[in-house]
Structures are given as structure tokens and as C-alpha cells.
């Protein structure tokens, strides 16, 4: 699979044919579970694939904005709580959801609501949270390639995606230099193909209302993850976000270098940011 171009043409789907996912596909995604990449390997994790029929279970439980999409089938992933548990449920998701679209499937992230009640209606005991919700299937064609920028509830634009542009923020907005809000030098002078390719494939991570409340800085030899504080995402999608944006870095960038990218969960001194930011993972470039 091609990551770069992966990454690129997934797109969050709202709604979904009735058209039903097969066994054989099934088990491909299961495949994918045991296969795909992990943050931090050490978090015991487990997966689930409800069909559409099942999607009750969720109500009220999970959804997007308290919609679940009436799916043909979706994915939760579990995991045991330990720190870094949700980056690792986001990087692994995502990971998951890439081979998805290479498979020819549609997605969209859906956010848990209600842990304890999700649980309890699937049986699910206390040893690992239900950690990420996918619906997944095959989505209604869509017009155009557009995308919602949502700055609060009553002020939404549509907007088409072009070229390299992210949902929300370009490229030379998403990453700053050695130091906070100072643009990067992207000119091909100064960083090669592998390391651009990569912050693009960051920029077409999901997010949560399409939101983007992430930044990189380039700096000290390292890529470094900022979560910026946003009053419409909770910290539990937040964290999500900010998996799926390492997966999508680490896994374009590793088809382009000799040598693996390994992502280091935590914070790190002797970088000014705004209080409502907080660094939480870096790796070696």
C-alpha cells in the first residue's frame, strides 16, 4: 500500500449505501488489526466489527455529534488504559482506516459518548475502554471533494480541497520552525521530498469536526506534535487526533528513508507555547 496516496484519498463519509460489507473483507480488516502499526506495542489492545444491524448498540453511545451513520459495519477498538493509550488507539486506527480505503472501503470516525454504557450493551468487561469507533462501508458518491470548516456551530464554510491544502489550514500554517508561530523554511533547499511528503500526508489526517487542532514544529532535529487547545473537541478525540496525525507522518516518511520513525509520547522542555498547548510526542528526523 502506498501511504502517501492513501492518506490523501481518504475522506470522512456521512453517508453510506446499504450496499453490506463481505465476509472476505471482513476478515482483510481483521487481518489489518494484527498487522498494522502500533505507537506504543506494549498496550494490550482488541478489536470488534458489529454489523449494521448492530448499530443500536450505539445510539446514544457513540457517534458523530450523536450521529452513528447507519453503517454497514463498524470497527471499535479496545484497549487497556495505560499512558499514551489513546495516541496509540488513533495511531493504529488510522492505520487501520488507510488499508480500509487501499481495500476500497469509506470511513468515518466516530466519537465515544459513553464508555461504561457502550460496555455494558456489548458485554464488553472492564478489562480494556472501548478507545475508537469506526463506522465503515461504502459511501454515497459524493459532488465534489469538499469539506466543512467549522469555527463554531453556527459559522460553517464548505470548501473545496485543492492540491496540498488541508481541510482547514495549509501546509505553511500547520508547521512552524525551531520556534512557536515562526513559519518554516519548506523550501526544497532546506528539507527533502520525504520529510514534505510527510507533513502533507500529517495535514489530511482526520480530525475532529475537521478542526485541526494540531501544529509541528521542525526543530532541534526532531518533528514535534503540539495539541492546541479547541472548546469543540474533547480531550479523548483530541488525543485520537493526534495518533492518527503521527501515523500519518511516521508511515510516509518511512516509505522515503532507509530507517524507521519512531515517535517518543511525552513532553519536552525548553519550547515557549501558549498555555492551552501541550506537546505530546516528538521523533527524530
Known amino acids: 500500500m502506498d501511504y502517501r496516496k492513501a492518506a490523501e484519498a481518504r475522506k470522512s463519509i456521512r453517508e453510506f449505501t446499504d450496499k453490506p460489507v463481505s465476509g472476505e473483507l471482513k476478515a482483510a480488516v481483521t487481518k489489518c488489526f494484527a498487522e498494522c502499526r502500533r505507537l506504543v506495542p506494549d ?30 459495519a463498524y470497527l471499535l477498538l479496545l484497549s487497556e488504559v495505560k499512558p499514551g493509550y489513546l495516541e496509540n488507539a488513533g495511531y493504529m486506527n488510522e492505520d487501520m482506516i488507510l488499508h480500509m480505503t487501499d481495500l476500497g472501503l469509506d470511513s468515518c470516525w466516530l466519537t465515544v459518548d459513553d464508555d461504561p454504557a457502550l460496555r455494558a450493551a456489548l458485554k464488553i468487561g472492564d478489562g480494556k475502554k472501548v478507545a475508537a469507533v469506526t463506522a465503515f462501508g461504502y459511501g454515497k458518491k459524493e459532488r465534489s471533494l469538499t469539506r466543512l470548516h467549522i469555527r463554531s ?91 492518527a496525525v503521527m501515523l500519518n507522518f511516521a508511515a510516509v516518511l518511512d516509505e522515503r528513508r532507509p530507517f524507521p520513525t519512531e515517535w517518543a509520547i511525552g513532553s519536552l522542555n525548553g519550547y515557549e507555547l501558549p498555555a492551552d498547548c501541550e506537546i505530546v510526542g516528538y521523533c527524530s528526523l
Open 43 to 72: 498496550i494490550s489492545t482488541d478489536m470488534i466489527i458489529l454489523d449494521g444491524s448492530e448499530c443500536g448498540q450505539l445510539q446514544g453511545n457513540a457517534g458523530y455529534e450523536g450521529l452513528t451513520f447507519e453503517a454497514p
Open 153 to 243: 456551530i453556527s459559522d460553517v464554510d464548505v470548501i473545496t480541497r485543492e492540491g496540498h491544502l488541508a481541510p482547514k489550514v495549509s501546509l505553511a500554517q500547520m508547521v512552524y520552525g525551531d520556534a512557536w508561530g515562526k513559519e518554516a523554511d519548506l523550501d526544497e533547499m532546506y528539507i527533502d521530498d520525504g520529510l514534505r511528503e510527510a507533513l502533507y500526508a500529517a495535514s489530511y489526517a482526520p480530525t475532529f469536526l475537521n478542526r485541526q487542532s494540531f501544529r509541528l514544529l521542525l526543530a532541534d532535529g526532531k518533528a514535534i506534535l503540539v495539541k492546541m487547545m479547541d472548546s469543540m473537541t474533547g480531550e479523548l478525540d483530541a488525543r485520537l487526533n493526534c495518533g
